[in-house]
């Protein structure tokens, strides 16, 4: 079977459902290919409160905050020797975020898109992306999950939503790159009957370090609580060796922090324990002629500030605004693509950093573990690190040689729990305030406009003010 569409997204998770609505509400007729049938097991419950905004520009806040999610008032950290919550309202009163179970949250971001005109097709997994000569993505090859059935579709353009699995990146450009740092390994598992986590606002995400990494509580609406485990990847394979089974080393760690230890008193283990590995990555392409990679499809960070369902809903929102720009407003494809990836890694590199320099700011018993994520000088150099970058460090003018003066800059004025709390990035909608918006903020003269249309504005096109 044959067929032609306008826009196909493959990958129906945040970033994919959040890319397909936008544009169906500008018009566009998407397809949306999804390999599992929803709901699907998800890992990453803890969102912060940038989602807020994208889910009203989605039209989907209210049914997220109408299924009775457990609300989410911060974090509380006890981080080496220190202790402190990061309230999300202490600035404005109206931030909060949620702690997801995954499976339903998805579930009904998908609904809300099938809402919203966009056609999803479940149990359809995409096996490969076929290219014309000049390169360009034009057409995917897709079989039924079941095997009954098969066949291609060409589309104008598509966004590669497909999460770790990668498509583009791991099947056809081959050019994801795993990091110097944070080479960790994250476990966990679901309790019920436990104690009720009373550090920090209410229905925090508790994280805490550990002498060989850390480990996070989060309480979900359904009365269970999701425990995990962050430790370094040679850390975990000498610990296989010595203890053989996951559950047993599973069961040692959250032991060995007293509030963790204390949470699962007199409770119970209901899932068996779950593992990723070797979860951060960047791939060298975030877009290319026909197509863009959002979501983990283009970059996965380590889980320590919960950035993911962030990285995937913003990279959807810019996505959908690169897309409807070049498909309705004429702007030249490379000039938009540029845009894109431009914006998505600046937003990415400076969650990379902070993350870095949040781990740094505890060294813990086992050095070697919060060591290895110190960025390295290759990844340094690697970093992108653009003007807007930049201005989180004030009095950087200089920016020829400021490179490594603004990861130190940086550095030093995110080391420690109050620059975290005052920190935009994780409070108070999160990245969204350094969001390429606005004239000042256009990256390569171009910049986001939700108002009055979803769409990538030129600087030039806006009237100089009288
Ligand atoms: C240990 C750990 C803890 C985490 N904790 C958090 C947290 O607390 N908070 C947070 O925000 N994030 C967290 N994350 C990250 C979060 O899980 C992801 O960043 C987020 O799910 C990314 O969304 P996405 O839409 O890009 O990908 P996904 O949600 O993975 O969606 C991708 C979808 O694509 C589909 N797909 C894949 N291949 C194909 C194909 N070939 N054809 C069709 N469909 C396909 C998949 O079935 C999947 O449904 C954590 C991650 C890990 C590993």
Redesign the pocket.
């Known amino acids: 079977m044959h067929e032609s569409v306008q826009i196909l997204v ?8 959040t890319a397909a609505t936008l544009l169906a509400r500008e018009g566009f007729a998407v397809t949306l ?4 049938h929803f709901p ?1 097991y ?7 409160p940038s989602c807020l905004p994208i889910l009203d520009l989605m039209g989907a806040r209210e049914k997220i905050e109408n299924h009775g999610f457990q609300r989410k008032g911060g974090a509380y950290f006890e981080w080496g020797t220190e202790k402190w919550d990061l309230r999300f309202d202490e600035l404005d009163d109206t931030t909060y975020s949620w702690q997801v179970v ?1 499976s339903e949250f ?1 579930h009904l971001l998908l609904e809300h898109a099938k809402s919203q005109g966009v056609d999803v097709r479940e149990g ?4 490969e992306v076929l290219f014309d000569d000049d390169g360009r993505a034009v057409q995917v090859r ?1 079989e039924n999950t079941d095997r009954t059935d098969h066949g291609e579709i060409s589309f104008d353009f598509m966004v590669d ?5 990668g ?1 583009l990146a791991t099947k056809h450009l081959r050019s994801r790159r795993f990091h110097d740092v944070f080479k960790n390994v ?1 476990f ?1 598992g679901y309790w019920k009957g436990t104690k009720p986590i009373e550090q920090g606002p209410d229905g925090a ?1 508790a994280v805490c370090s550990i002498p060989e990494g850390w480990l ?1 509580a ?1 309480p979900l609406h359904d009365d269970t609580v999701s425990i ?1 485990v ?1 430790t370094g990847k040679e850390h975990f394979r000498a610990e296989q060796e010595r203890q053989g089974q996951l559950a047993d080393i599973y069961m040692e760690k959250i032991k060995s922090s007293t509030l963790t230890a204390d949470l699962i008193e007199g409770a119970e283990l209901v899932s068996e324990i779950k593992a ?1 590995t070797d ?1 951060s990555y960047v791939t060298e392409n975030f877009a290319g002629p026909g197509y863009l990679l ?4 283009a970059c ?1 960070l380590d ?1 320590l500030l ?7 809903t913003y990279s ?1 929102l810019l996505a959908a605004a690169s897309v409807s720009s070049i498909l309705r407003d004429g702007t030249e494809e490379d000039r938009a693509l540029r845009f894109y990836a431009s914006a998505y890694e600046m937003s990415y590199e400076r969650l990379l950093v902070l993350v870095s320099v949040f781990y740094q700011t505890y060294r813990g018993r086992d050095e070697h573990f919060f060591e290895a994520q110190k960025l390295t000088a290759r990844e340094k150099n690697q970093l992108n690190l653009h003007e807007a970058f930049l201005n989180i460090v004030t009095g950087i003018e200089d920016l020829a040689d400021a490179k490594e003066r603004a990861f130190d800059a940086v550095a030093a004025r995110l080391a420690g729990p109050d620059a975290l709390s005052n920190n935009p990035l994780v409070n108070h909608n999160a990245s969204m305030e350094q969001m390429p918006d606005s004239p000042s903020r256009a990256l390569d003269g171009l910049y986001l406009e939700t108002e009055p249309k979803l769409t990538l504005r030129a600087v030039a096109d806006v009237p100089a003010e009288a």
């Open positions: 493959v990958g129906g998770g945040p970033a994919g459902s290919l999804e390999r599992e699907r998800h890992i990453g419950e803890s969102l912060l995954r998805d359809v997994t995409v096996k897709w939503a497909s999460g770790r699995a498509l994250g966990w995400i996070w989060i995990g962050v990723e979860y959002a979501g983990d499809a996965f889980p919960s950035t993911g369902v962030h990285l995937a959807g």
